[in-house]
C-alpha cells in the first residue's frame, strides 16, 4: 500500500474507533453481522495497528533506498 492509502485507512479505523467508544453500543454490526462491542473495538484497533506498522515500514524503506550520493554531495 502507499502512505497516503494507509494514512487515510487509517483516520477512518481511528475514527470508528472513536465513534464506537463514544455511543457505547451494546451491540456492534460488522460486514452485515451482529458482534460483541469489544470484538468490533478490537477490529478496528487492528486496523489501525496494521496501518501504523505499514506506514513505519513504507518510511524506512524510502530512507534505505534515498541515493546516497546527494548526501554527501552536499557535505
Sequence with gaps: MTKPF???IGILALGALIVNIYMN???SHLF???INDWLYRAFWLL???VCVYNYIY?????L???PKSKLKSKI
Design 47 to 49: 486496523i489501525v495497528g
Design 25 to 27: 453500543p451494546k451491540v
Design 32 to 34: 452485515g453481522k451482529e
Design 6 to 8: 494507509t494514512i487515510v
Design 58 to 62: 513504507i518510511e524506512q524503506n524510502t
Design 64 to 66: 534505505k533506498n534515498r
